[in-house]
C-alpha cells in the first residue's frame, strides 16, 4: 500500500476503500503471475508426449523481437481491473535472454527474466529471475551437478532433462513447434519439467488445434496449449502461439478458482535488432 499512498493525509473513506480493492487486485494479479505455491501431478491424457525426443536443431529460432500486450483480470469473481505486459525475446551467438514485465493499475508488479544457452534440445535456461512487489529470487540452472538451485531457500530439485522456467517455458513451446510442427498435431501432450522461484515440477501441454483469435493487433492464427488444473495445482495455463509471429505468444491466460483470472493479449511485435 505504500507506493499506492496518496499525498492526502486524511483519506475519505470512499478514497480508503479504493485503495483496498486496489491493492486487493494485485495481490491476486501477482498471485496468480506467481503460480502460487502447489504440487501439480501429472495427468493421464490417453495421448503420447511429443516433446520426450530432441528438437532436429534450432534453425528457426524466432528472431529477436519486443511483444506488448493488454492485459485484464478479475479478482473475487466480480472486481475487474486492467493491466499489460511485455516481453523481451533475444538471442545471440548460442545465447538467449528474455524478460516479461507486467503492469497492474498503473503499477509494476511483477518482472520475469530468464538468461541461458541455445542447443539442439531448444532452450537451456542457466538463470531465472523472479522480481515481485518486494522481493527478488533467483533459480539456478546447475547442469554440471544436476541439480536445481533457489535463492528463495527452496531445498534443491534434481534437474532433469529439457527443464525450462516459467518464462522459458512458454518460448521453448514456440522453439519446438517452430522446428517440428508435423510433431505436434491436435491432442499430442508436450512434456518438461518446469521450474520457478520456489519449486521445480512437471508441466504437461495439451495441443489442441490453430484457431483465428481477433486480439488488440489484429486478427491471428495462433495454436493453443493447455496446461489444466489438477486437484494439487488448481491453476491452469492457456497459452497461444502464432505461426506468423515465429510462434511466440500472442495471448497468455492464467485461472484459478473463484473465476480469478489474468489475461494477456497481443498488441503490437517490434523486431529487434
Known amino acids: 500500500m505504500n ?3 496518496s499525498v492526502m493525509s486524511r483519506p475519505s473513506v470512499a478514497l480508503r476503500v479504493r485503495r483496498l480493492r486496489a491493492a486487493s487486485a494485485l495481490g491476486v494479479f501477482t498471485c496468480l503471475l506467481t503460480l502460487c505455491p502447489a ?5 493421464s491424457t490417453g495421448t503420447s508426449p511429443a516433446a520426450a525426443a530432441p528438437v532436429p536443431g534450432t534453425g528457426k529460432l524466432a528472431a529477436s523481437a519486443l511483444l506488448q500486450y493488454e492485459g ?3 479478482e473475487r469473481g466480480f472486481f475487474k481491473y486492467s493491466g499489460s ?5 533475444s538471442h545471440e551467438a548460442g545465447h538467449y535472454q528474455a524478460m516479461l514485465e507486467i503492469t497492474a493499475l498503473g503499477l509494476r508488479v511483477r518482472t520475469w527474466k530468464s538468461a541461458g544457452d541455445l542447443s539442439p534440445q531448444g532452450l537451456l535456461p542457466v538463470t531465472f529471475q523472479d522480481a515481485p512487489r518486494g522481493a527478488d529470487w533467483t533459480t539456478r540452472f546447475l547442469r554440471d551437478k544436476n541439480v ?5 531457500g527452496t531445498p534443491d530439485q534434481p534437474l532433469l532433462t529439457g527443464a525450462q522456467d516459467k518464462l522459458s517455458a512458454l518460448l521453448q513451446l514456440g522453439v519446438l513447434l517452430n522446428n517440428a510442427p508435423q510433431r505436434y498435431g491436435v491432442g499430442d501432450v508436450v512434456q518438461f519439467q518446469a521450474a520457478d522461484a520456489h519449486r521445480a515440477e512437471p508441466w504437461n501441454f495439451l495441443v489442441t488445434a490453430a484457431e483465428p483469435r481477433d486480439l ?4 491471428v492464427n495462433a495454436i493453443k496449449l493447455t496446461k489444466k488444473s489438477t486437484p494439487d495445482f488448481d491453476q491452469q495455463i492457456q497459452v497461444w502461439l502464432a505461426p506468423d509471429q515465429d510462434y511466440l505468444p500472442v495471448r497468455l491466460l492464467i485461472t484459478e478458482p473463484g473465476e480469478n483470472f489474468i489475461d494477456l493479449l497481443w498488441k503490437k511485435t517490434q523486431k529487434l535488432e
Open 216 to 219: 488488440p493487433g489484429g486478427s
Open 39 to 43: 504440487t501439480v501431478t501429472a495427468q
Open 85 to 89: 505486459g511485455e516481453l523481451r525475446w
Open 148 to 152: 536445481i538451485s533457489f535463492s528463495s
Open 72 to 74: 485484464h483480470g478479475r
Open 3 to 5: 507506493h499506492m499512498q
